[in-house]
């Protein structure tokens, strides 16, 4: 069964700064799926990124963008120019083509710091 | 657009009562998951249906759990009964899957913050 790995149980950045939060997953497919997910206290789960492990080319959305190593198994999440507003939970996620299985890490508390 | 919609969004209730849970996708989505999140034991997926038929069920935790997706735009999940152990966040997330690849990112709801006194 694949699993995913966060590693840093709490990160701090300072606003408007640069932040890197690591995620590693262990899987024996070609392809499949990556996700980074953002929990604010409100609790809601707010879909940040995805990338296709069949794409070289790393995902961005706005200040968000990824590191994606296929061969190390890394998806990291890059956040620049960092807000009050990014602080929340933040989870990664993998998703096998072959089935509807959906794998999270255990997340990484963001707090961003005026 | 709606998004996934779950009700109640807040149940607090004594233990030995039975609690159901329910859920909307979004409409056209044709999988749906429960997951339940703890802070000792993070995200963990229950259930989820394709098609309105369940497929996985493993992590389920024991026979007071069932779940139903009746039609495709309707699901519940219940509790019966119900422990103080089962307190947690319940969310259902919805998806489409395309010619059986499951491609597309999971859309959440609220979430319902169950608390068993």
């Known amino acids: 069964a694949q699993t995913v790995t966060q590693s840093q149980p709490e990160m701090s950045v300072q606003e408007a700064e640069t932040v890197t939060l690591s995620c590693t997953y262990d899987?024996?497919?070609?392809?499949?799926?990556l996700f980074w997910y953002k929990q604010p206290p409100s609790r809601q789960m707010i879909l940040v990124i995805r990338?296709?492990?069949?794409?070289?080319q790393n995902a961005t959305e706005n200040r968000f963008s990824v590191n994606f190593q296929k061969a190390a198994k890394s998806f990291s999440l890059k956040i620049s120019d960092s807000q009050l507003g990014d602080a929340a939970m933040y989870f990664c996620?993998?998703?096998?083509?072959?089935?509807?299985?959906?794998?999270f890490g255990a997340g990484t508390r963001l707090t961003v710091k005026p | 657009d709606a998004g996934v919609i779950q009700s109640p969004r807040h149940e607090v209730t004594e233990m030995g009562q039975e609690v159901t849970l329910r859920c909307k996708p979004i409409?056209?989505?044709?999988?749906l998951f429960w997951y339940r999140q703890t802070m000792m034991r993070g995200l963990e997926l229950l259930i989820y249906?394709?098609?309105?038929?369940?497929?996985?069920d493993s992590g389920m935790p024991e026979d007071r759990f069932s779940a139903k997706m009746p039609n495709a735009s309707f699901s519940t999940l219940k509790i019966q009964p119900s422990e103080p152990r089962d307190s947690a966040v319940y969310f259902c997330?919805?998806?489409?899957?395309?010619?059986?690849?499951?491609?597309?990112?999971?859309?959440f709801g609220d979430g319902t913050r169950l608390s068993i006194l």
């Open positions: 997330a919805s998806s489409s899957t395309w010619g059986g690849r499951s491609n597309q990112p999971q859309h």
């Open positions: 899987t024996s497919e070609s392809d499949y799926y």
């Open positions: 990338q296709e492990a069949y794409k070289q």
């Open positions: 996620a993998y998703r096998s083509p072959a089935n509807n299985d959906m794998r």
């Open positions: 409409s056209g989505h044709n999988s």
């Open positions: 249906f394709n098609n309105n038929v369940p497929i996985d």
